[in-house]
């Protein structure tokens, strides 16, 4: 008997604890369903609703879906969305691996610290700061680039006024801004591997390249696949920078798939298009990042 008072009072104890904490976690609960939960479940309910700012909301079914999927300009926006990210997030990745590489070989030498600030400061930067600064760079008349180019014997570049050139231009300004957040994130995976590993694959006669593919890229497995979902994420929702850039331009070239969802609701007025829009990015991305989490994590155990 005593032994189940002991029970019944420890299970109470526990749940009065059970309580507490979830008073603790409920404002930021309560954040989350305002702010995500709440706004996504509206967004289905109004890709299936025909509403404008001058009509009443009203039952459209399917009609929004038909729309969309018959649209030249939504398969553009795709089209775009996945050339820029095709380009932009390999490309970023790989450098930041490099710049991460040469930070952890020269240490704590000085100026390092300075050096990768200098290199984070894009990250904080306003994406519209940066687009502004870049346009000064690719400006065909006065640019920076172009001059350099003419300084080289090359031809110089349409950079952004050109339908061709215009992604290229604008994954290097994306390349830029990112730079700093993969590298510091890989350099924090490289700092984490112990040194003991790189001393027994010395001493068994491995090569620095041998012990890149063989000890380094596996036992960075983790943060490399962290910055490529986040990278396919940022890449494929952007959207500052090339409204600021080229605003869609030179003819629709750099418009992406959340500035035809922006264009949509608050320029065209068509608010169940978007919606249906910003349902398929959403789906895409969820299904993206299941396949790279499925396809590149890697299980290692030395």
Same mark, same amino acid.
């Given at each position: 008997? %005593?032994?189940?008072?002991?029970? $019944? ?6 749940? %009065?604890?059970? /309580? ?11 954040? #989350?369903? =305002? ?34 999927? @018959?649209?030249? /300009? ?15 997030? *390999? #490309?970023?990745? #790989? ?14 030498? +000085? ?11 894009? #990250? $904080? ?19 920076? +680039? ?16 050109? %339908?061709?050139?215009? &992604?290229? =231009? ?32 010395? &001493? ?13 890229? *596996? ?14 994420? @940022? ?20 418009? @992406? ?35 790279? %989490? ?9």
């Amino acid at each position: 008997m %005593q032994n189940l008072l002991y029970l $019944i009072r420890g299970r109470t104890v526990l749940q %009065q604890r059970a /309580r507490v904490g979830y008073l603790f976690i409920l404002p930021s609960l309560l954040f #989350v369903v =305002a702010l995500f939960v709440f706004p996504a479940i509206y967004n289905l309910v109004l890709s299936f609703s025909e509403w404008s700012l001058t009509r009443p909301m009203s039952f459209a079914g399917l009609a929004n879906f038909e729309s969309v999927l @018959t649209s030249d /300009r939504f398969w553009n926006s795709l089209r775009v969305t996945l050339y820029f990210s095709v380009i932009s997030v *390999p #490309v970023t990745i #790989v450098l930041a691996l490099a710049v991460a590489l040469a930070f952890h070989r020269v240490g704590k030498l +000085a100026g390092t610290a300075v050096t990768r600030a200098l290199y984070f400061m894009p #990250v $904080i930067a306003s994406l519209t700061a940066v687009a502004y600064i870049w346009m000064w760079i690719f400006n065909p008349a006065y640019g920076v +680039a172009n001059t350099l180019l003419h300084a080289l014997g090359l031809p110089e570049l349409q950079w952004l006024g050109s %339908q061709h050139q215009v &992604i290229p =231009a604008l994954s290097i300004m994306y390349i830029w801004s990112r730079l700093g957040f993969d590298m510091l994130i890989l350099l924090a995976g490289l700092n984490s591997i112990p040194h003991d590993y790189y001393e027994a694959a010395a &001493i068994d006669g491995a090569s620095s390249r041998q012990a890149f593919w063989a000890i380094t890229l *596996p036992l960075l497995n983790r943060q490399l696949v962290l910055v490529s979902i986040v990278e396919a994420m @940022t890449a494929l929702k952007t959207f500052a920078l090339p409204y600021a850039a080229t605003g869609g331009g030179p003819v629709e070239a750099s418009r @992406t798939w959340v500035m035809t969802i922006f264009d949509l609701a608050f320029h065209w007025n068509r608010m169940g298009e978007s919606a249906v829009m910003s349902t398929f990015l959403f789906i895409f991305i969820l299904l993206l990042t299941l396949a790279q %989490q499925k396809l590149f994590t890697r299980k290692v155990d030395y």
